[in-house]
């Protein structure tokens, strides 16, 4: 099946700074999505995008499908950007979402 | 326009006991997944369900079922509950069986 990496694991910074996670799959995907976990464990959906690039507000993010990576761009960062960044993808196989391990971002004041 | 709702949000059992657990999709659509995610991991795969048919399962044991009702709500069965099966169960809803998922709040299952 599908494998998906994230990096880097851990992330610290001080509020304002920018930061890009990168999401790395091992075969064609038919969809790509990036959540944000919560502390209460909900996933809030930021982009679907199997390729292109899309921006909302002070995030935006870029898939290459014919290179098999996504990248999730986080400028001027907020404490409330705190929390657990998950890349997921489909290859249309009964429409399973295979989940990378995540990013933990920790945004300091 | 509501999001997937899931009840219980709490839920502590013992082991060997079964349990239920509901989803309601959002308003349209027609097919709802359901993940498992263990602390410090990504969310992992159960069951895909689209227009009250399986469309997919991932790799868990038999003690794991689900149904999708006509009015597309799901339910999760765990029989014969092990202390692993803790966890969050996450439902997700999306308009086809290939289209994006919007997930709802989760349901905590604790097993003692």
């Known amino acids: 099946g599908i494998q998906v990496e994230q990096s880097p694991p851990d992330l610290i910074l001080q509020e304002g700074a920018n930061s890009t996670l990168r999401c790395n799959f091992s075969?064609?995907?038919?969809?790509l999505q990036w959540f944000h976990q919560n502390p209460w464990g909900q996933l809030i959906n930021l982009f679907y995008i199997p390729s292109g690039t899309k921006q909302n507000g002070r995030l935006s993010a870029t898939t290459v499908a014919t290179e098999r990576y996504s990248l999730l761009y986080i400028s001027s960062s907020q404490t409330t950007d705190s929390g657990v960044y998950f890349c997921?993808?489909?290859?249309?196989?009964?429409?399973?979402?295979?989940f990378g391990q995540g990013t933990e971002l920790s945004v300091k004041p | 326009d509501a999001g997937v709702t899931q009840s219980p949000t709490h839920l502590i059992k013992t082991r060997g006991q079964q349990v239920t657990l509901r989803c309601s999709p959002i308003s349209g659509h027609k097919s709802v997944s359901w993940y498992q995610q263990v602390l410090g991991q990504g969310p992992q795969f159960i069951f895909q369900y689209y227009e009250k048919e399986e469309r997919g399962r991932g790799n868990f044991p038999d003690r794991f079922s689900a149904r999708q009702f006509p009015n597309y709500s799901s339910e999760l069965n765990v029989n014969a509950l092990l202390l692993g099966d803790s966890a969050l169960y996450l439902c997700?809803?999306?308009?086809?069986?290939?289209?994006?998922?919007?997930f709802g709040p989760g349901t905590r299952l604790t097993v003692l």
């Open positions: 075969d064609s995907v038919n969809n």
């Open positions: 997921a993808v489909s290859n249309n196989q009964g429409g399973k979402l295979i």
């Open positions: 997700a809803s999306s308009r086809g069986d290939s289209n994006e998922q919007f």
